[in-house]
């Protein structure tokens, strides 16, 4: 039984920054890597970083990193994407998932929130 609720999405002009949280709840284990994925409409679920509980080990898409950074607070159970230089293609309603492997696969994660729609216009 775990929860897990994004906030943090919105409408922003291309260039602008966006900072999504996700907020875990219920029987989460430090075991556990939390991920964030983005899905268009009409295409597969896009795997964007991911962290690790214990240590903080990150990993990012090849193709967004230096422009995304996640982030956790251990204490508030909450991990933070910091989203900038956005562009329009990266129009998606994110998804906060929570799994036991360090993976950039979706079907691994067990846990999955309702999303959060980020809108970049041009």
């Known amino acids: 039984q775990v929860q897990l609720v994004e906030s943090g999405g919105g409408l922003v002009q291309a260039g602008g920054s966006l900072r999504l949280s996700c907020a875990a709840s219920?029987?989460?284990?430090?075991?556990?890597?939390m991920g964030w994925f983005r899905q268009a409409p009409g295409k597969e679920r896009e795997f964007v970083a991911a962290?690790?509980?214990?240590?903080?080990?990150?990993y990012y898409a090849g193709s967004l990193k230096g422009r995304v950074t996640i982030s956790r607070d251990n204490a508030k159970n909450t991990v933070y994407l910091q989203m900038n230089s956005l562009k329009p293609e990266d129009t998606a309603v994110y998804y906060c998932?929570?799994?036991?492997?360090?993976?950039?696969?979706?079907?691994?994660?067990?846990?999955w929130g309702q999303g959060t729609q980020v809108t970049v216009s041009s």
């Open positions: 219920g029987r989460t284990f430090s075991g556990f890597t």
């Open positions: 998932a929570a799994g036991w492997e360090a993976t950039t696969k979706s079907n691994s994660y067990d846990y």
């Open positions: 962290i690790t509980w214990i240590g903080g080990s990150s």
